[in-house]
């Protein structure tokens, strides 16, 4: 046990969260006494009862534990009952970054994995990796995935190397000093925390100082100005110059079959589809070079990689034979990126796309973008707002209707719906699904739930 979380409570607001519930295992092995509240069961709560953590379903003041430290996530809003009397109570409230970076602490060597887009599925490419290698590597992932014989979202190994999904939607990846910062990519997205670009690079390069070497795509504009100097390993796809150059991308049309690519004289085969993923794995190749893994030792561990829940899975067949994914794209360039990958598998049958937008702010700014981005389908259907964090009442007039407006604009001629609630796209989904159809759900918050009922799996 840690001197550090012996002895200590820990309650967590919202511990179902993908992220927190990590947290709260990692806290409980190191000898906190962690307890947590979340509005609904889930697989989540259900994991941490097993480890022995005690979940309260239904928020309330009257589950604060006495004495307790409070932890948070940014989704927790400060009308929240139990974060409400924890600062009238006057007991210490903790960001769920906070309590990451002393868990980081606890290792010494760390890999921190920022950026717009494709965070998630390296960190847990570089875990995969440690972890195939004998390495035992800690890790948080903001996603479910299979590494070994766990199928989790973090664990804590024996291992010096602890790998960590590094957020920047909330300016919380400022909050760690990582010996390897990871940078996928910079693209201006969350307008509820940063003004513009140009404060989102300065963040950047802020998080990009407090590393000792830094790995970034080399087709990432404005890199001049994140002063990385010398310290850098850049990678890209040809014909980009980069330290780590990927060509000869190619992603078969047999879904069965990941992407491969050649670096330098050798071929490198993924468990994964999608250019997308050829750059994340790039990243992760050169990440694991600086903590001391060769390319060949790394090559057969990436092929059996099998990606993160959520990201390009493959949920089943529906009745009549349409075949169904789920993918939580939730910004344009990740849609543009899941139908790009679904039109590449789906061998010559229609793309059927049912997106759910993310946040009122980021539809009010970005419905444009996004109704190219699902223009790339046969077929859309739009939900309306998952709000996440923010309230309909602030934000008047903003529904689904207006990325499914622009989504017809930019595709004349195909069929587009607005189907404000999951019921809605269902029952149109039973209608007009075919045989030798694609179908994918797409976006943050709970809309793979259409994705299984239309397959007969319920959720």
């Known amino acids: ?47 941490l009862e097993e480890a022995g953590i005690a979940v309260t379903i239904g928020q309330d003041a009257a589950n604060l534990p006495a004495g307790a430290e409070i932890v948070r996530s940014t989704a927790i809003l ?37 950026g717009s887009h494709g965070k998630t599925t390296t960190t847990a490419m570089i875990a995969h990796v440690l972890d195939q290698l004998g390495l035992d590597p800690s890790y948080f992932v903001g996603g479910e995935v299979t590494i070994g014989d766990r199928t989790t979202n973090a664990h804590l190994g024996s291992g010096d190397v602890v790998v960590i999904e590094a957020d920047e939607s909330d300016g919380s990846f400022l909050r760690y000093d990582p010996e390897i910062a990871v940078i996928t990519n910079i693209e ?17 390069r802020d998080f990009a100082a407090r590393a000792k070497k830094i790995v970034i795509s080399a087709d990432q504009p404005r890199i001049d100005e994140l002063a990385i100097d010398d310290r850098s390993i850049t990678f890209a796809p040809a014909p980009i110059t ?7 991308i ?31 794995a790039l990243a992760a190749l050169a990440a694991l070079e600086l903590v ?51 039109r590449q598998t789906a061998k010559g049958g229609r793309v059927v796309a049912v997106f759910l937008p993310h946040l009122y702010s980021r539809t009010r700014s970005y419905a444009r973008e996004f109704g190219e981005s699902l223009a790339l389908a046969d077929i859309v259907i739009v939900n309306d707002v998952y709000p996440a964090r923010e309230l309909a009442k602030d934000f008047p007039g903003i529904t689904g209707w207006l990325i499914a407006a622009k989504t017809a604009d930019a595709a004349p001629g195909k069929p587009v719906y ?35 009922r239309i397959v007969g799996a319920g959720a």
């Not at 201006?188 to 950047?204: K, N, Q, R, V």
Request: some cysteine; aromatic content about 6%.
């Open 242 to 248: 980069a330290d780590l150059q990927a060509a000869t």
């Open 250 to 280: 190619t992603t078969p049309a047999d879904p069965a079959l990941g992407s491969s690519f050649q670096l330098g004289e050798d071929v490198f085969e993924l468990g994964v589809r999608g250019e997308h993923n050829v750059l994340n």
């Open 292 to 342: 001391g893994v060769a390319r060949k030792d790394a090559a057969a561990a990436l092929k059996s990689f099998t990606g993160v829940g959520r990201r390009f899975e493959l949920i089943g067949e529906t009745a009549n034979g349409a075949v169904v994914y789920d993918d939580y794209a939730h910004h344009q360039t990740e849609v543009r990126a899941a139908l790009t990958t679904a």
């Open 78 to 114: 400060d009308e929240n009952p139990e974060l409400a009397a924890a600062r009238e109570q006057g007991l210490k409230v903790l960001h769920r970054s906070e309590l990451l970076a002393e868990l980081v602490a606890t290792k010494p060597r760390c890999i921190a994995v920022a």
């Open 1 to 47: 046990m840690s001197a550090d979380f012996a002895g200590r409570k820990l309650h967590l607001i919202g511990v179902g969260g993908v992220g927190m519930s990590g947290l709260a295992i990692a806290a409980h092995q190191l000898g906190a006494d962690v307890t947590g509240s979340d509005r609904e069961a889930s697989s989540y709560t259900a994991r």
């Open 418 to 452: 607005y189907e404000p609630t999951y019921d809605d796209a269902v029952a149109l989904l039973e209608k007009i699904l075919e045989p030798g159809d694609l179908c994918i759900t797409v976006g943050a918050g709970d809309v793979y739930r259409v994705a299984h």
């Open 188 to 204: 201006f997205e969350h307008p509820e925390t940063w003004s513009g670009l140009d404060e989102l690079i300065d963040a950047f």
